[in-house]
């Protein structure tokens, strides 16, 4: 299993959480996700071995950005504990970890349409999105996160308040409920093949797609540049009125063409790697 991990935030406090840690898995889009206060490395690792190792089984491969819970010692201990190979993604390039960007925003619409003024009880509100989101079929492999992952759709609430068909009948037939469930795990891995060969189709047509619209920014050593201004290094109180651009910054190292390393106008360096799609050419 290959999952996608990254951390959302900071949000308006509820609770006293003002942090979401969402994984996916790759192919079956099921997201687990917990909110907390702050995030640490120990935090990190307690997760994983509680949501997705003692769930789903051992990992193979966790994708993430550069956060500095992510590239700890003791994460990085803990997956080579496992064997979990940990593969990092260019810091604010969503096609560097395109799953977790994807998550990252369907959650949070889920939210702020269930929540709408009551911004602060998000914390409340999260199962009830992670539930909505495994439950409804993704644009990608054309099926439930749920059923890909448990081999049968869901029983749903409003089943139980308006009986359908299928409550009143397996509810009432032991021998017809046990019957039914061994035909769905008879077509699970069928059902599995049709997935991947459509997330694998789907996967093609968005890459053509992006290639065709997007042109590429390259930049030379010693340009200026300018970086994006992100929510969590936006200043504080600063809203939709502040800066959306800050700099200038120095090229410095060409990691590839498209990432760059950064140093401030005083010599200092800028912590990690940048992807070019967050940087735009300073002039003056």
């Not at 909110?35 to 190792?53: E, G, L, M, N």
């Not at 051992?58 to 819970?69: A, K, M, R």
């Not at 061994?182 to 069928?190: C, K, N, P, R």
Request: net charge positive; hydrophobic share 35%; glycine share 6%.
């Amino acid at each position: 299993m290959r999952w996608a991990m990254d951390i959302v935030g900071p949000m308006p406090p509820s609770k006293q959480k003002r942090y979401l840690l969402i994984m996916t898995d790759y192919f079956n889009k099921w997201v687990e996700a917990y909110s907390y206060a702050t995030i640490r490395a120990p935090d990190v690792q307690k997760f994983v071995w509680k949501y997705i190792i003692c769930r789903h089984g051992l990992p193979y491969e966790i994708v993430t950005d550069n956060g500095s819970q992510f590239i700890s010692a003791t994460f990085e201990s803990f997956c080579a504990l496992w064997k979990i190979r940990l593969s990092k993604s260019t810091p604010r390039n969503p096609q560097g970890n395109g799953q977790a960007e994807a998550t990252n925003k369907t959650i949070l619409d889920g939210i702020k349409k269930r929540l709408e003024e009551k911004k602060g009880v998000w914390a409340d509100e999260l199962d009830g999105v992670l539930w909505s989101h495994r439950t409804t079929p993704r644009r990608s492999t054309g099926m439930t996160p749920f059923s890909l992952s448990h081999g049968m759709e869901a029983m749903s609430p409003a089943e139980v308040s308006i009986p359908s068909l299928r409550q009143l009948t397996l509810t009432e037939n032991e021998e017809l409920n046990n019957s039914m469930i061994i035909d769905h795990l008879d077509q699970v891995e069928e059902k599995r093949d049709q997935a991947l060969l459509r997330v694998q189709n789907y996967q093609n047509l968005a890459a053509r797609y992006y290639n065709k619209r997007v042109k590429e920014r390259l930049f030379q050593m010693n340009d200026l540049v300018l970086r994006k201004v992100f929510e969590n290094t936006r200043e504080w109180k600063a809203g939709k009125l502040g800066a959306n651009w800050e700099g200038p910054y120095l090229i410095s190292k060409i990691i590839k063409p498209g990432v760059y390393e950064l140093t401030e106008m005083s010599g200092e360096k800028v912590p990690r790697s940048w992807n070019s799609l967050n940087l735009k050419r300073f002039y003056y």
